[in-house]
């Protein structure tokens, strides 16, 4: 059966209220809730329509929403950086708190941390997020993401500065998309920067489960588990990996990594994605002779340039606003 292959944020998944979430999380944690006082839509359109926020992780591999919410907590631990974003949303200049907090965040970033470091004759496995100065396995961050959780889906914190309601989406529109997809002929996967663990809660919660079991996503473990087992690094978007290990199978990707030839492949493939990276990737997988279409939905974190990029290339199949439109794309493809 052809296999159409979906990334999740920005694809069928919108990004902002997790987006959103992750804000929210580093102003509780920092004790700064209070002083939104109401205004929490300015903040956020602010932070993310206007100054672009999530760039700061989302432009260095960091995919998992709780990482830019750890990020945005650490840049706060500044004294002097929380003191000034404090007096710049009391005095109602969130677009200055903003950059406040972009700048303290950006500024945590130091590329040397993330250079694999040698054991004896063994290469670590790195985690971009080592760039922030950030450990997933110190307990602070385990914190910020129990946190991050609590803040999405509950029970409430005392000084939550929002309508929770906020972060909840509806999903028929996915749900019809993707009835579509099966009626094509095209079986759906998903290849997601996120890792298992929070990705989970939001397809059950969006009613999507009965079309996306946990066997069909390739999310950020299988990548942590082909890293951790070829000593490699880097393989997360936009290395080929992940987009062959959802079309193929973890092993057979695995089997590529170690220099065995693919497998053949005789059904149709086509990549959806957002981002630049999800682009490349696929690019990547002609690259090593695996053919593989692309479809690109516009989700704001492209430029004009990058789209021009994109639409350009063979592989390109379209680029589109919404989920829904992909079906015609895919049916034009045929003719």
């Known amino acids: 059966m052809n296999k159409i292959i979906l990334d999740a944020d920005g694809v069928f998944f919108a990004e902002r209220p997790y987006w959103n979430a992750a804000l929210a999380t580093a102003f509780g944690m920092s004790g700064l809730s209070a002083s939104i006082n109401g205004g929490w839509q300015k903040l956020t359109d602010d932070a993310f329509n206007q100054l672009s926020l999530q760039t700061v992780t989302k432009y260095r591999g960091c995919n998992s929403n709780w990482d830019l919410a750890a ?75 129990n946190w991050f959780q609590c803040t999405l889906n509950g029970p409430d914190y005392p000084d939550l500065c929002f309508d929770r309601a906020t972060l909840k989406e509806s999903y028929p529109a996915t749900s019809l998309a993707f009835n579509r997809f099966q009626a094509a002929g095209y079986e759906i996967r998903v290849c997601t920067g996120r ?91 002609n690259e090593i002779g695996l053919k593989m279409n692309y479809v690109h939905i516009r989700s704001g974190i492209t430029s004009p340039e990058q789209e021009n990029e994109i639409a350009d290339a063979q592989q390109t199949l379209g680029i589109v606003n919404r989920l829904e439109e992909i079906v015609r794309l895919l049916e034009s493809s045929k003719k």
């Open 195 to 285: 890792h298992h663990a929070e990705i989970d809660e939001p397809v059950t919660r969006a009613g999507l489960r009965t079309f996306l079991p946990a066997s069909v996503i390739t999310s950020a473990n299988e990548v942590d588990k082909a890293q951790t087992l070829t000593k490699k690094t880097s393989l997360g978007k936009p290395h080929w990996f992940a987009p062959t290990c959802a079309a193929i199978g973890f092993e057979p990707a695995i089997a590529c990594l170690k220099g065995k030839p693919l497998p053949t492949i005789s059904e149709t493939l086509v990549y959806v994605g957002d981002a630049l990276a999800d682009y490349r990737a696929v690019a990547a997988c």
């Open 71 to 145: 990020v945005l907590a650490k840049a706060l631990e500044c004294r002097s950086v929380c003191g000034a974003a404090q007096a710049h949303i009391e005095a109602k200049r969130t677009t200055k708190a903003v950059e406040t907090l972009y700048g303290a965040a950006q500024s945590l970033w130091n590329d040397a941390r993330i250079k694999p470091a040698r054991r004896n004759g063994k290469t670590n496995v790195s985690d971009p997020l080592n760039g922030f100065g950030i450990d997933r396995a110190d307990k602070h961050f385990r914190d910020t993401v």
